[in-house]
Structure formats: structure tokens, C-alpha cells
């Protein structure tokens, strides 16, 4: 195709000219200064800043046999940043000790990890999904099977663990956060 060389051709390629030098002038601008300040393009938010603390609640675990026991909780969320987080909830009553131990991570709406409950002797990995307001987790290690989901919001939370291959068939608990 050939060039137009009329002055409105003319004109009209100055014009472009101009604006790419002038679109590539603020891109560089903004470039630099993202890489002054350090900013990154952002990623799926990670949601254990607002998990970090201490919960209070209570909870109910059913056992091997259809047993269902009543139990008062606490949990204490630990992070290092954003990406990694320890999860540590102990229900108990007089008969029975929940005691579930996790060390996550997250990136970019992924969690990987490890668990352990330690009064029914089971430990595995985690692996799952996570957004601004739920973990949806699977849980595994040798016979054990299950899920693990945190649903919250402010200062409210919901953790519910089902197992299979366990005495410990699962456990629902509401917490509130303390303080």
C-alpha cells in the first residue's frame, strides 16, 4: 500500500507519531516509577492477615460409632507475611481432645501444607484453594482422607473438618475472635 503523502496524510502520520511517542513516554513514566516504589502488578490477595489471632468458640466432634461430644474451642492463627500462616485449634471437653496443628502457605488462590492432629495420632498434607473470605482444603496422610474449610468474615468464623480412615470423623466449629 502506498504512503499517502497529501498534507492530510501527512498531518494525520504526524499526529500518530505523536501520540505513540507520547503513549510510550507515560508507560515508561509509570514503569519507573512502580519500580521506584517497589509496587508489583497485583496477585490474588492472600487471606491470612485476617485469620491472624486469637478465636474462642464452641464445637462439636463426632467420633467412630456416631458419638457426638460437645467441646469448647480456642485458636491461634500465626503469619509471616502474607504467604504463610500456622493454624492452631484445641477443642476439649472432659472426654475428648481435638488438637489440629497446619502450616500453610498460599500463592496466588493456592494453599499447600502440613497438618497433624495429635490426640488421634494423624498427620498428611494439605492442598486446596483459598479466596478473601474461605479455605477450601483437602487433607491427607497414609489412610486418612478428608476436607478442611475456614469460612469467615470480620470477626466471625466457621471451621468445619470431615475425615474418613480416622476415629475422629469430623468436627464444626463457630469462633469468635477474642479481643
Not at 472432659?94 to 498460599?106: G, I
Request: with cysteine; aromatic share 6%; charged share 15%.
Amino acid at each position: 500500500m502506498a504512503a499517502d503523502l497529501s498534507p492530510v496524510g501527512i498531518v494525520l502520520e504526524e499526529r500518530v507519531v505523536d501520540w505513540v511517542k507520547q503513549s510510550a513516554g507515560a508507560l515508561a513514566a509509570g514503569a519507573m516509577a512502580m519500580a521506584l516504589t517497589g509496587a508489583t502488578p497485583a496477585l490474588a490477595d492472600s487471606p491470612f492477615p485476617s485469620l491472624v489471632g486469637a478465636w474462642s468458640g464452641k464445637g462439636t466432634a463426632r467420633i467412630e460409632g456416631g458419638k457426638n461430644e460437645k467441646l469448647s474451642c480456642k485458636g491461634y492463627y500465626s503469619g509471616t507475611g502474607n504467604n504463610q500462616m500456622r493454624l492452631n485449634i484445641i477443642c476439649a471437653n472432659p472426654s475428648t481432645k481435638v488438637e489440629l496443628r497446619s502450616q500453610l502457605t498460599y500463592a496466588n488462590g493456592r494453599v499447600t501444607g502440613t497438618w497433624e492432629e495429635r490426640n488421634f495420632n494423624q498427620t498428611g498434607t494439605i492442598s486446596g484453594s483459598a479466596d478473601e473470605s474461605k479455605l477450601r482444603l483437602n487433607i491427607g496422610g497414609g489412610a486418612l482422607n478428608g476436607q478442611l474449610s475456614v469460612s469467615f468474615t470480620g470477626a466471625k468464623q466457621s471451621v468445619s473438618l470431615s475425615t474418613q480412615g480416622s476415629a475422629l470423623k469430623g468436627v464444626n466449629i463457630s469462633f469468635a475472635r477474642n479481643g
